[in-house]
């Protein structure tokens, strides 16, 4: 038997054992944290003209994109951005489109095309050592791509109305565009895709596609961002490549590049899909970076982070008052401004409910109601928001080839990190006293009959 009093030490003995492990085991995370960042970072320099952004995360795989800046805010009538986006992988001088898909298929890769309001982003995705094929097909689909009237009719045209159809009943996003057209009205503001029910046919044709190709597709214009590719290897190929890419515009198309004004308003669409309401402020942009922002729109957050949690963001609490909503808070970042945003989706009643929450909530962070707790809490969030968004995915290349494009440098994680850890309490009470104080831009879209007006919600516009 042993003695009570030798139990005691061993429990002791042992208890002293585990906490110095796990206080060396923490400090190990804190150095792994610390250094962390430097790996998110991109090694940006020219080749042949071409503005290029490399990262080595050393793994079997590669992500390749070409970012043009060809967005929606840059295109000078409707639908250029879709209708470029859609001819993406088609025919080219030098490759049928079957031929594309069925080689890109044999080396297991994967291509997809996409835009957003700022860039048109053309994305390969391949085994580590295909990257020459996939370099070289990313130049020739910018430089060579045929834009044919058989193709625009039959594939373009047809595709564009297919997804026309389907956002046509997506209540979300006909808010979220509705409040960027009341936020910036132009530029900015032009829908992600052409409303149903837009007259394209006076404007996009495969001749107005060409056009713009010619005018976005420049080395002057894009960049092209490897993520698990060396730096050697990714200059090499587009070296040879992308020689052939012109230098220049080669059409005196112009793209409407006029500086993004903020207006803030209301607008209110009827529907009955369902019910959807933003809530959105001026926020923070990729050229001036404001820390406290992303602070704020992750202690307004909305999904719960554990599960079994309702959480401790302030949407979270708001979202459950009201049930059967979605709510959330998102600064959308863009080259020249940014829109904090909070949207609520739901019952028509339930929606109202949330948005009166939210923007109390607000309103209680103008007044410095925020518990040192919760502020410790969106600080890590925001951190953890930003460290995740810049590993391995597509949301990495967009950022980092956005950035390059617009401010001549991607955005780097260290520097917000950084300054991310400098936000207090009465910073982060200013900011918001700020926004509420005031223009905010409202958009409801739904039963009109029970979604409440800015005027309602307390709110100038």
Known sequence: MFSR???????????????????????????????SPSSFNYDTTEVAGVKVATRDSHGPTTKLAVVARAGTRYQSIPGLTVGLEEFAF??????????IVREAELLGGQLIAYHTREALVLEASFLREDIPYFTELLAEVIS????????????????????????????????????????????LGAPLYPPISSPLKGYLNEHTVAAYAATVYAKSNIALVGDGATTTALHKWTEQFFK?????????????????????????????????LVIAFPGSSFGTFKPEIAVLAALLGG????????????????????????????????????????QVTGASVSVRKAGEE???????????????????????KAKFDALEGSQSGVSTLLSAGSGIIHTGKPFQIAETITSINGVTADL????????????????????LYVLPYAEELGLKV
């Open 5 to 35: 009093s030798a139990l005691s030490r061993g429990a002791q003995l042992a208890s002293r054992r585990q906490c110095c492990s796990q206080l060396a085991q923490r400090r190990g995370y804190a150095a792994a944290a610390s250094s």
């Open 90 to 99: 088609k025919n080219t001088k030098r490759r049928q489109a079957l031929r």
């Open 144 to 187: 060579q791509t045929k834009y044919s009237t058989y193709e625009f009719h039959e594939d373009v045209e047809r595709v564009l109305k297919v997804k026309q159809s389907k956002l046509a009943n997506d209540v979300s996003a006909i808010a979220l565009d509705a409040a960027h057209a009341v936020a910036f009205h132009t530029g």
């Open 244 to 276: 052939d890419v012109p230098a220049s515009p080669s059409d005196a198309a112009v793209l409407n590049t006029k500086p993004t004004t903020y207006y803030g308003g209301e607008q209110r669409t009827a529907h009955s899909a369902g019910n959807s």
């Open 303 to 342: 999904q719960p982070n554990v599960k079994w949690s309702p959480g401790f963001t302030l949407l979270s609490k708001a979202a459950a008052s009201a049930p059967g909503v979605a709510a959330s808070g998102t600064n959308l970042a863009y080259s020249d401004a940014g829109l904090l945003t909070i």
């Open 358 to 380: 939210a923007v109390k909530a607000l309103k209680g962070i103008s007044e410095g109601t925020v518990s040192k707790e919760d502020l410790t809490k969106a600080i890590a």
């Open 428 to 447: 982060l009470k200013t900011t918001a006293k700020a926004l509420i104080d005031g223009k905010a831009t409202v958009a409801a879209v739904g039963d």
